[in-house]
């Protein structure tokens, strides 16, 4: 148990960055689909499913990608 504390604490740093650029971009896309009302593809129900199941960097991504309008 000791070790595995040990190797968390040496790549908390190249971790760190990751989890927050990874939460942030949650986050937003959270937002824009609870915010806007038209998606080029698929409704507000599909986007929050894909968005929030595929919470990694794959959701948000996919919605920003193929899911937000154009303005």
Known sequence: M?????ALKEYLPLLLPLIVTELAL???ALVHVLTHKTYRHGSRILWLIVVILMMN???????????????
């Open 26 to 28: 949650f986050v937003w």
């Open 57 to 71: 960097f794959v959701g948000p991504i996919l919605y920003f990608i193929f899911g937000k309008e154009d303005e």
């Open 2 to 6: 000791n070790a595995d504390f040990e």
